[in-house]
């Protein structure tokens, strides 16, 4: 098992610091003050593979509800460290999915909207597109369709999340091995106004493209395009254990690669629950997204050299819950209003250098964290 030194702490903490000093002597009596503080010398194992599991629109409330509805079985309980992210944009206090997801997967803040897509039409690149140069294998599963704004920031750049027909070539052309989730007729000529095939693409470059769960399951190759549903996936549960099925034949695909993976999972629906204030469908995407969170955190634990962190992309609906039953599992969802808040989002972590993700941080810090502990580009 390859290690390295706990030394981005003291990078962050000198940088921030020589930011906020007026001189290199204050500057070196706070670095010597928090240096008392801090193991600065701490061996973190380089972690195999990545997943980054994000509940759309999932804030502190959405949790707890589901914990109280979970009781002790809760897959939250099961990570040992927490803590939260500030989700504000480059132009706004509250982000939208792009500029969430943007953030979550490149580091950076850009403006709603926007797709990976910086000022002067800048494309930043993602933590896949690193995973993919270091000879990792890479890929999504979402229960939206896969040209949404999440699973979009993991290949595509535009300027506007909404340009289907760039992303789906983009998509086309991406590193991924597997893409599961929604979406199919915006793949389809006739229902395009380039009247382009990306289909076609994927089939030259060697993907098998599938539209069912069962056919999704009985293949057996190195890439795999599954888009399950005409439109966008049915509400859960409608749609059945969609979720989890995409994840357990992902999680079998890339783990062939002795190199590792990084793996998007996204709750997508969590959020459209949310925006439609529907305390029922809200619990029924939570129950689904808790079933994911065991079979990843199972997997975690049976590999042993997995880092899984859980987020979100931002907070949707201002859920409260001013009353409830623990004993019967049971809590009142009251909604403010429909559209997303300004307020951090949790963090919960797992496995290698989980610990880096405790505390208050800047969305833009998961993927940095990311990076660090996966030793890409260094």
């Given at each position: 098992m390859k290690l390295k030194f706990l030394f981005l702490p003291l990078l962050?903490?000198?940088?921030?610091?020589?930011?906020?000093?007026e001189s290199l002597v204050e500057a070196a009596y706070l670095f010597e003050e928090n240096?008392?503080?801090?193991?600065?010398?701490?061996?973190?194992?380089?972690?195999?593979n990545v997943i980054l599991v994000v509940g759309d629109g999932m804030g502190v409330a959405q949790v707890y509800s589901s914990v109280v509805a979970q009781g002790g079985r809760s897959a939250f309980l099961r990570f040992p460290y927490s803590?939260?992210?500030r989700t504000y944009s480059r132009n706004s206090y509250r982000t939208d999915s792009a500029a969430g997801g943007t953030a979550l997967t490149t580091g950076k803040k850009v403006e709603n909207k926007h797709v990976n897509w910086g000022p002067?039409?800048?494309?930043?690149?993602?933590i896949f597109d690193d995973a993919v140069k270091a000879g990792m294998s890479t890929g999504f599963v979402v229960t939206s369709s896969v040209l949404d704004a999440t699973p979009a920031s993991s290949y595509g750049h535009v300027p506007y999340r909404k340009m289907f027909d760039t992303l789906s070539l983009q998509m086309a052309q991406c590193g991924h091995s597997v893409m599961i989730g929604g979406g199919r007729n915006s793949f389809l000529p006739e229902n395009r106004k380039d009247g382009k095939a990306p289909l076609d693409t994927l089939a030259k470059r060697g993907y098998a493209v599938?539209?069912?769960?069962?056919?999704?399951?009985?293949?057996?190759?190195?890439?795999?395009?599954?888009?399950?549903?005409?439109?966008d996936p049915l509400k859960a549960p409608a749609r059945g254990d969609m979720l989890n099925q995409g994840t357990k034949k992902a999680l079998s695909m890339l783990a062939r690669n002795e190199k590792g993976f990084a793996l998007l999972i996204e709750g997508s629906q969590i959020d459209w629950a949310c925006h439609d204030n529907d305390t029922a469908w809200l619990r029924a995407e939570m129950a689904d997204f808790e079933q994911v969170l065991h079979t990843v955190l199972d997997f975690a634990v049976r590999d042993g050299n997995t880092l899984v962190v859980v987020t979100a992309d931002h907070e949707t609906g201002g859920v409260t819950l001013p009353s409830g039953n623990i004993e019967k599992g049971e809590n009142d969802v009251r909604f403010l209003w429909g559209s997303h808040t300004g307020v951090m989002v949790p963090v919960f972590a797992y496995g290698p250098g989980a610990q880096l993700f405790s505390g208050i941080h800047e969305n833009t810090d998961i993927p940095a964290l990311i990076r660090w502990v996966m030793n890409f580009g260094q």
């Open positions: 962050l903490t000198v940088t921030m610091m020589l930011e906020g000093c240096a008392a503080q801090e193991k600065l010398a701490e061996e973190i194992p380089i972690p195999t803590g939260f992210s002067d039409s800048t494309r930043y690149a993602t599938v539209t069912t769960l069962d056919s999704m399951n009985r293949y057996g190759g190195e890439r795999m395009v599954a888009l399950l549903y005409e439109g």
